[in-house]
């Protein structure tokens, strides 16, 4: 799996990190070999664009931390736009609806979908416990059927039983009734496929999603097809909408375009990646495993991790110390916003917090929302460094030039001024006291 990628990946970045100092110069050039080596691996166009743009945004401006190298920040960099292309978190099946829950499987011929059917079938049956009967709706290939039924056999999961004559939709409902008399967990319709999409498979497809309200539809799509593979996805997905993918062959796909372009483009999940043709090589898709696997460069990746612990944790401390001596400027309100910012803004604040939501649409309305951090933060950078050190100095001719330079108001200013003065209040009032409650927080 990637192999090409990993081998071109691995010399552009070797490249860069043994060196002391990069320029934006070093960094652009490995963005074009960077940008090549997607494209050669048949990434979409769009997604090779839009990942290096951003890499290199982030590689100009990052601030390179104590004790790493700039090559290694880039590392990271591309490792975590790597990850956040694949769709930052790994995506199981979802089973959370009433028994049986039903997952219809769709996509063309010989893309692997009786194969994974069984194999999901398998995994479910042996990992989570459930009790899987599986159904083949491909009533034109009767070899399709018995394939189902024989697939059934090897992996000790219920098959239905094949009844000659009954349409798609008829099997899928019988399906669903034997799955809700049986006492089954989960009901896997194989559906028929095409050598390519037609409108009599879209029609059928959406006569089976009408009569048996799966809740997965998951399109199995053969990943060395590359670029058709994606296009594929966005066809069933307009046409009967799809809550994720399978793509199999990954054991021989060197490239991985399909597999790297996908959640750009369509927005689903890959849930599972086919690794080969016995019945358990079938793998949750991670995108931080897979990034790290593309990369190869895990030790690097987990250097900078620390390194940037390392830094928020002295940060945090000289704040501390700060706010113990009850002084508290712009910078450090500045500083502090920054954090916040960091943590996902007010969202991911209060996300973290539970019971919050409704405080969240509260605050949403008095104007208080992501946006408002960054505004803030132009805010102070607008300052000169005796402004901010001094607030006092802020009368009105420097508050009209600061909100010209920061794309605010007087009022917008003032809220600022106000917050920060308040704030340093409590710093001064918490700072005499010993083991008050901002000690007890830092831990002091
Ligand atoms: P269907 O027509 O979509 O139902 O496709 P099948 O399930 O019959 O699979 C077609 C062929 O692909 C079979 O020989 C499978 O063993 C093979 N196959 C399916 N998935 C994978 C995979 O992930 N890797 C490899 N190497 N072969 C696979």
Known sequence: MFE??????????????????????????????VRRALIEADVSLDVVRSFT???????????????????????KIVHDELVDMLGAEGVAIDLNAPAPVIIMMV??????????????AK?????????????????????AQEQLRQLGEQTKVSTLPIIAGQSPVEIARRAEQAGRLGGYDVVILDTAGRTHIDEPLMVEMADIKSAARPHEILLVADSLTGQ???????????????????????????RG??????????GKPIKLIGTGEKMDALEEFFPKRIADRILGMGDIVSLVERAAENIDAEKAAAMAKKMQSGKFDLDDLADQLRQMEKM?????????????????????????????????????????????????LLKHSRKKRIAAGSGTDAAQINKLLKMHRQMADVMKSMAGKKGGMMRGLMGG
């Open 344 to 392: 996902g803004g007010m969202g991911g604040i209060m996300g973290m917090m539970p019971g919050m939501g409704k405080m969240k649409d509260q605050m949403a309305s008095a104007g208080l929302d992501d946006k408002m951090f960054g505004k803030q933060i132009a805010i102070i950078s607008s300052m000169t460094k005796a402004e901010r050190a001094n607030p006092d």
């Open 257 to 266: 375009g399909a597999a790297l372009s996908m959640r750009a483009v369509t």
């Open 53 to 75: 743009d951003k890499v290199r945004a982030k590689a100009v401006g990052a601030d390179v931390l104590k004790s790493i190298k700039p090559g290694q920040m880039v590392v």
């Open 107 to 120: 996509g063309l011929q010989g893309s692997g979908k009786t194969t994974t059917s069984a194999k999901i």
């Open 228 to 254: 058709d593979a994606v296009n594929l996805a966005r066809n069933f997905d307009e046409r009967v909408g799809i809550t994720g993918l399978v793509l199999t062959r990954m054991d021989g796909d060197g």
């Open 4 to 33: 090409n990628l990993q081998d071109r990946l691995g010399t552009i970045l070797n490249g860069l990190t043994g060196r002391g100092a990069l320029s934006d110069a070093d960094v652009a050039a490995a963005m074009r070999e």
């Open 123 to 143: 995994r479910l049956t042996d990992r989570q416990g459930k009790k899987v009967l599986m159904a083949s709706l491909d009533t034109r290939r009767p070899a």
